[in-house]
């Protein structure tokens, strides 16, 4: 075997090994390491060139790449998850004919649709859910990302948190829990603009907690302003505090008679 295809081998084992032992910061050092390596490499994207050991070095760094992706869910990294996500990606496409199909492929396709779903990034996941192959929109790991965007745009809110308890793999619990803040912040932005208040019980309901416990460590954490007394949850505080945003009307009205202006000209 080639003595640097040894070395990078060698050194993916000590990773996956930190990995086990949760040593993210050697992790992080060693990932480092390994991706200058790869670059030695004249069969990866972009150049796929053929070499004698060029499935080899293809599967030991689509492996290396994923194990990237998965750990930067362990270490709730969104920014190194995109980076890891896009150096991985060719190996799912360009080079899917030179390679045996991946065990985690559609596990971290799915990863991905949910954090775009999660940056509210729609035009993106769909356009993803576009290149997708009719044998991958049937995965569990898809469709489950494809029901939840479904439920989101609906306004089903209680079905987006408790498809929580029905993740097809334990590393969706990350972007799970996102998306619920995210739920969570959307139903608080619309019921501070058409409540005064709430009952806790109503507030609790509509904020889709099980416990009133959660709903007072909830409103400690993202909604300090808001008011809790005598059972009930005062928005009035947040509103007053929010900006009042002053229209520029003269400005508005100079530039409507501009383009009146440009109209009769062009007419």
């Not at 640097?4 to 050194?11: C, H, M």
Request: charged residues 25%; glycine residues 2%.
């Amino acid at each position: 075997m080639d003595p640097k295809l040894t070395e990078v081998s060698q050194l993916f084992e000590r990773l996956k090994a930190a990995i086990t032992r949760k040593d993210y910061d050697t992790c992080t050092q060693q990932l480092s390491q390994l991706k200058v390596m790869l670059t030695g490499f004249r069969s990866l994207p972009p150049l796929f060139e053929e070499t004698p050991n060029s499935v080899h070095e293809l599967t030991l760094a689509r492996d290396i790449f994923e194990h990237a992706v998965l750990l930067s869910v362990k270490i709730e990294d969104q920014d190194a998850f995109e980076r890891d996500f896009f150096q991985l990606k060719p190996y799912y496409t360009d080079a899917r004919n030179r390679l045996p199909e991946s065990p985690n492929e559609y596990i971290i396709l799915g990863l991905n649709l949910l954090r775009l779903l999660v940056q509210n990034r729609i035009a993106e996941f769909h356009t993803e859910l576009e290149l997708l192959t009719s044998t991958a929109l049937e995965n569990p790991c898809i469709k489950h990302a494809v029901e939840l965007e479904q439920s989101f745009m609906e306004g089903a809110y209680n079905r987006v948190l408790s498809a929580k308890q029905n993740v097809p793999n334990e590393t969706y619990g990350y972007f799970m829990d996102l998306l619920a803040k995210t739920v969570r912040d959307e139903i608080s932005g619309c019921s501070e603009k058409a409540y005064d208040y709430l009952s806790v019980d109503d507030a609790r309901h509509m904020l889709l907690f099980t416990s009133d416990q959660e709903l007072l460590e909830y409103s400690k954490e993202e909604h300090p302003e808001w008011e809790i007394k005598n059972g009930s949850v005062f928005f009035q505080k947040a509103k007053d505090s929010a900006p009042c945003k002053e229209i520029p009307s003269l400005q508005l009205i100079n530039q409507t008679l501009s383009y009146a202006r440009e109209l009769e000209r062009i007419v």
